[in-house]
T-cell receptor, first 112, second 113 residues
Framework: LAKTTQPISMDSYEGQEVNITCSHN???????ITWYQQFPSQGPRFIIQ???TKVTNEVASLFIPADRKSSTLSLPRVSLSDTAVYYC?????????????FGTGTLLAVQP | EPEVTQTPSHQVTQMGQEVILRCVPI?????FYWYRQILGQKVEFLVS????????KSEIFDDQFSVERPDGSNFTLKIRSTKLEDSAMYFC???????????FGDGTRLSIL
């Protein structure tokens, strides 16, 4: 499974767009990219998943460049309730394993 | 939106006692998982379960741990003889397909005294 690297923490203010970038230099052809969000004392919650280019849903966008060695989670107009830890994970389609390997994530702190 | 539910939310147990953590996965999901998170640390994979058998387990999941799907709705994690270092949040997750996103419950906080 490809190793991921993301900032330990980020600060933002309410109403701003936040972009969290994750590096995955050793991503393999079959790997996809998934982002989860975790609030204190809660389980991780799926945000978005993609393989290449851009994916958008009702809460976020995921930008993946052509070389797929990085990805950027974009949260439009964050609010205080978006303060959480955000995890970037890489997993394989059709792989032998479906376990999720979590890193330390990015702690996003949104201030008023 | 359907969700994974876990009970109890908090379990306090004496060291050496057996504990069973319970989970009700999303009803049409076929793949089930347990993870744990020691306070202040990463979420760690314990075990995955499909078609009534373990498909993968981590080094953490030793002989003291077992999983079971006793009926069509519950998925349980048993720790036979708890140790102090088993104190953690335990999360159950499920997915319809291994490539689909896993949906997590809000966990059981296990405190071993």
């Amino acid at each position: 499974l490809a190793k991921t690297t993301q900032p330990i923490s980020m600060d933002s203010y309410e109403g701003q767009e936040v972009n969290i970038t994750c590096s995955h230099n050793n991503i393999a052809t079959n790997d996809y990219i998934t982002w989860y969000q975790q609030f204190p004392s809660q389980g991780p919650r799926f945000i978005i998943q993609g393989y290449k280019t851009k994916v958008t849903n009702e809460v976020a966008s995921l930008f993946i460049p052509a070389d797929r060695k990085s990805s950027t989670l974009s949260l439009p107009r964050v609010s205080l309730s978006d303060t959480a830890v955000y995890y970037c994970l890489v997993g394989a389609y059709g792989g032998a394993t479906n376990k999720l390997i979590f890193g330390t994530g990015t702690l996003l702190a949104v201030q008023p | 939106e359907p969700e994974v539910t876990q009970t109890p939310s908090h379990q306090v147990t004496q060291m050496g006692q057996e504990v069973i953590l319970r989970c009700v996965p999303i009803s049409n999901h076929l793949y089930f998982y347990w993870y744990r998170q020691i306070l202040g640390q990463k979420v760690e994979f314990l075990v995955s379960f499909y078609n009534n058998e373990i498909s993968e387990k981590s080094e953490i999941f030793d002989d003291q741990f077992s999983v079971e799907r006793p009926d069509g709705s519950n998925f349980t994690l048993k720790i036979r003889s708890t140790k102090l270092e088993d104190s953690a949040m335990y999360f159950c997750a499920s997915s319809f397909h291994p490539e689909e996103p896993q949906h997590f419950g809000d966990g059981t906080r296990l405190s071993i005294l």
